[in-house]
């Protein structure tokens, strides 16, 4: 037959049915077993979609090891949600559950013992690894501990909510298997957060988040939690509360931690022994607590927590990875450096957003490869620190030998910037990048302030640099004033290396 004699819609249907064909035959053609893992891979509704394809497909999705259900966009209102999912997980018949993933409505209401408790009983019955619950940060959950902290099969927990956990006095903590546990946000601390890691022996991954709105006289003073974990290798503490609180104690014993984040700026923090196997911290010390206490107490305070957490910051001196953020003054730590401070040997990398007493500082820091200081603060209500700074006695090892890129955000414009910037370019011997922004609440600027800025990069600009190699990185904005600048980079690496 010609090809101009073939009908091309005749032919281009026929063509379709036979690959329609062929690809359900071939999805067909595969065991029960297969078909089940690719479905279990489906939100559980989409899953039972396909229970209109054919006789065969009819109970298949009975058989899948998942559960996954999103009803963030839902009008169910969460009665009617925990009876779905009931009525679901009665429909499975898989004896195994792999997963368990559920995402609530934003604000709902799942203080419902009974309906809650029955949901996690049919679960915890066919062996769950890994529960994911997602009421949303405005919803109350109240959790059936009862249940979901006695499981042997449990491997991963995450459940994000207005938390409330409330353990029965004869109910034990056995979770044998957990690795990962997650817990987000918890209303209070409860009194079983005190002694529930020593339960949980194969522990690696560690979230707590805490959003107090009140907290027990009784618990004030006291070790709100205490992490005892001999194969945890990565924390995250968020300490969040609207009331001021007592300075309580969280203590740490995981030899084998290798990553830490604290939010935290009203507990004190301690290892039980040093960390020898840390690699990265992140300790940010803001929040926004209600003070109500007078100044003279508030002092008191305040001298308690930085010299607790100075000394908190003396055993992390292994680390390579450090970010260090503080309010001025009351969480400043920086001021406490120079007494007994030990030497960290295999920092590389250090982010802060302190700039008074930073050059003198570097003397702790010998391998220092990349410095971030971002110093425009989120804390509005507190002035700005003076911008006033000298030299140290001696130049930092680092400075000399190995700082690499220097990036500072939030500087004024000055000409104590000027000096600082100078000191650092002229000491640095193989700087690669040095990144520099003016501090501005305006988006925008216009006139005066865009010319002020530019003679500002462009006194930068000049200033003499001891690398050959060293870029003067600048923002775009700048960029677009004039050619001085090319694609944010100065246009002469070096304009005088006879220093």
């Known amino acids: 037959m010609k090809l101009q004699e073939i009908d091309p819609s005749n032919n281009g249907r026929r063509l379709r049915r036979k690959l329609n064909n062929e690809e359900q035959d071939r999805l067909s053609s595969l065991p029960d077993s297969i078909l089940t893992d690719i479905l279990s891979l489906l939100p559980t509704n ?31 209102t969460s009665s009617n949600i925990l009876l779905i999912v009931n009525n679901i997980l ?19 209401n799942l203080d419902q013992p009974d309906a809650t408790e029955q949901c996690f009983r049919t679960i915890f019955r066919r062996k769950v690894e890994q ?34 956990i409330e353990l029965p006095e004869n ?7 957990l690795k990962k546990l997650s817990l987000c946000y918890l209303l209070d601390v409860p009194i079983m957060l005190r002694d529930m890691f020593e339960f949980c022996p194969l522990l690696e991954y560690l979230q707590l988040s805490f959003d107090l709105i009140s907290l027990p006289q009784s618990q004030n003073s006291h070790s709100l939690v205490n992490v005892f974990s001999p194969n945890l290798k990565s924390l995250d503490i968020c300490m969040n509360s ?16 290798a990553n830490i984040r604290i939010s935290d700026c009203y507990s004190i923090y301690n290892f039980v022994q040093n960390p020898t196997s840390l690699a990265s911290a992140c300790i940010d010390l803001r929040g926004n607590s209600i003070i109500e206490s007078n100044d003279d107490e508030l002092q008191d305070e305040d001298d308690l927590y930085v010299n607790g957490m100075f000394e908190f910051l ?34 590389a990398h250090l982010k802060t957003n302190r700039f008074k007493d930073l050059m003198r500082c570097l003397h702790y820091f010998p391998k220092l490869e990349h410095l ?28 000399v030998s190995k700082l690499k890129t220097v990036r500072i955000g939030g500087l004024e414009g000055t000409d104590d910037d000027l000096k600082l910037l100078a000191y650092i370019l002229c000491n640095a011997m193989i700087l690669e990048t040095l990144c520099t922004t003016i501090r501005s609440k305006a988006v925008h600027r216009m006139g005066s302030k865009v010319l002020k800025e530019c003679q500002f990069y462009k006194s930068l600009y000049n200033l003499p640099r001891s690398s050959s190699a060293c870029e003067v990185v600048v923002p775009k904005r700048v960029t677009a004033s004039g050619g001085f600048f090319k694609n944010g980079y100065a246009t002469s690496c070096c304009p005088n290396t006879n220093i």
């Open 46 to 76: 989409s899953a039972a979609t396909t229970s209109v394809l054919s006789r065969r497909w009819r109970h298949l999705w009975t058989t899948v090891t998942c559960f996954q259900f999103d009803f963030d966009l839902s009008e169910q």
């Open 90 to 108: 009665q429909q499975l018949i898989s004896p195994k559950l792999h997963g368990f993933h559920l995402v609530f409505p934003s604000e709902s």
């Open 131 to 164: 529960i994911v619950v997602n009421a949303g940060f405005r919803s109350f959950f109240r959790v059936p501990a009862a249940c979901l902290f006695d499981s042997q099969s449990l491997v991963s927990l995450k459940l994000i909510g207005m938390l409330k």
């Open 171 to 177: 109910v034990e903590i056995r979770l044998p298997n």
């Open 242 to 257: 609207w009331w001021h609180l007592k300075r309580s104690r969280i203590f740490i014993d995981a030899p084998k931690l």
């Open 314 to 347: 003396e055993r992390m001196s292994s680390v390579d990875n450090l970010e260090l953020i503080m309010v001025r003054k009351r969480t400043n730590i920086f001021t406490r450096l120079g007494v007994d401070m030990p030497i960290f040997n295999n920092l």
């Open 372 to 399: 971030e200081v971002s110093l425009c603060s989120e804390d509005y209500d507190v002035p700005m620190e003076p911008r006033d700074w000298c030299a140290p006695d001696s130049v930092p090892d680092c400075l």
